[in-house]
């Protein structure tokens, strides 16, 4: 099976991730989707991309437009906690986006927010859907540590049961 490990990262989170599917993929090919190749030629493609204001980031979105009738397992990080209701709304709005392909299986992971956007939200006031409250607070400060060695592990080990699957 030819498999194709696409991903998009702005910050290093979901590039950690897709380089850990493909350590435990090695014969899969890997890129980030500005140079990834044409999918046509792949069985399978894990395609990743980190969420932005609940939908998958504009490279990303760009590269789903390739992918028409292929089996796709679809990785995602972001920063809230992966067993959210948020998480799982964003997993969801993007598997939306690939409705001319089969999602095959799902996983997403949280990853450290952009310092920048930290900084940015702190700013805003409080009732704000982003603002700074405590509980918000608590998610930045959790976020900082992952994609940690765990999450990358479980990356790894849900690939491997994609594949193994197929």
């Not at 910050?11 to 850990?20: C, D, L, M, S």
């Not at 067993?83 to 095959?104: G, H, Q, R």
């Not at 060695?149 to 049961?161: F, I, P, Q």
Request: charged letters at 25%.
């Amino acid at each position: 099976m030819k498999v194709l490990v696409a991903y998009s990262s702005a910050t290093g989170n979901t590039r950690k991730v897709a380089e850990a599917i493909h350590l435990a993929l090695p014969d899969a090919d890997l890129c980030p989707v500005g140079h990834a190749p044409n999918p046509a030629g792949y069985d399978l493609v894990f395609l990743g991309c980190w969420i932005d204001k609940g939908l998958a980031d504009e490279a990303a979105r760009a590269y789903m437009s390739k992918l028409h009738g292929k089996p796709v397992a679809l990785f995602a990080t972001l920063g809230a906690y992966p067993d959210s209701k948020y998480a799982a709304d964003c997993m969801d709005a993007v598997s939306e986006l690939l409705s001319a392909c089969t999602v095959v299986d799902r996983f997403v992971c949280q990853g450290a927010i952009d310092p920048k956007l930290v900084e940015w939200m702190k700013g805003l006031p409080k009732d704000h859907g982003y603002g700074p409250t405590t509980s918000r607070k608590k998610l930045w400060r959790d976020a900082e540590s992952h994609p940690d060695d765990a999450d990358l592990e479980a990356a790894a080990d849900w690939a491997e049961g994609v594949l193994a699957a197929l």
